[in-house]
């Protein structure tokens, strides 16, 4: 008889199901209303950073250089489309969500860590007659999923390596 495999760690069930609700909701409200203070001037940004203009030199902003960098990279790849930034920006989010559900795993089991994921999608905002905030190409939306990715490698080392916080490094 041969012996069952280990349970897999990975919960794959509740990122799963992150993953397709964040998927349906964002990609859902993708072609959504349209802000033109904010998503209008960084889309301009993006545009001005894709055709080769150099923030700060010939333009200001008060962004950091690392979001025209995306902005304008997708605009080459996808062509200048919020549409494209708006697939780009969905498909962070998602990862982001499934991040938080790796991580709410850890922490609080498999039957609770779909919970910060849903709750973190269901306070995106969405101004109804108007737009949805999480369309606009704010820094926040690739800085989260940064965070959250480090946390999640952050925890896997400590778990791995049972690092202890008393003892020194």
């Given at each position: 008889?041969?012996?069952?495999?280990?349970?897999?760690?990975?919960?794959?069930?509740p990122?799963?199901l992150?993953?397709?609700?964040?998927?349906?909701?964002?990609?859902?409200?993708?072609?959504?209303?349209?802000?033109?203070?904010?998503?209008?001037?960084?889309?301009?940004?993006?545009?001005?950073?894709?055709?080769?203009?150099?923030?700060?030199?010939?333009?200001?902003?008060?962004?950091?250089?690392?979001?025209?960098?995306?902005?304008?990279?997708?605009?080459?790849?996808?062509?200048?489309?919020?549409?494209?930034?708006?697939g780009?920006?969905?498909?962070?989010?998602?990862a982001?969500?499934?991040?938080?559900?790796?991580?709410?795993?850890?922490?609080?089991?498999?039957?609770?860590?779909?919970?910060?994921?849903?709750?973190?999608?269901?306070?995106?905002?969405?101004?109804?007659?108007?737009?949805?905030?999480?369309?606009?190409?704010?820094?926040?939306w690739?800085?989260?999923?940064?965070?959250?990715?480090?946390?999640?490698?952050?925890?896997?080392?400590?778990?791995?390596?049972?690092?202890?916080?008393?003892?020194?490094?």
């Amino acid at each position: 008889s041969v012996p069952a495999a280990p349970p897999s760690r990975f919960p794959v069930v509740p990122v799963a199901l992150v993953v397709v609700v964040a998927a349906a909701w964002l990609m859902l409200l993708r072609p959504y209303g349209f802000q033109l203070e904010d998503e209008g001037t960084l889309l301009a940004w993006f545009d001005r950073a894709a055709r080769g203009q150099r923030p700060y030199l010939d333009f200001h902003t008060g962004y950091t250089p690392g979001l025209f960098a995306m902005g304008s990279a997708v605009f080459r790849l996808l062509g200048t489309s919020a549409t494209a930034l708006r697939g780009v920006l969905a498909a962070m989010n998602v990862a982001s969500a499934a991040l938080f559900t790796v991580l709410a795993a850890r922490l609080a089991g498999r039957r609770l860590a779909v919970v910060p994921a849903l709750a973190w999608l269901a306070f995106m905002p969405v101004y109804v007659g108007e737009f949805a905030g999480f369309n606009i190409p704010y820094p926040t939306w690739p800085v989260t999923l940064a965070w959250a990715a480090g946390t999640v490698v952050m925890a896997t080392v400590l778990v791995t390596f049972q690092v202890n916080e008393a003892e020194p490094v």
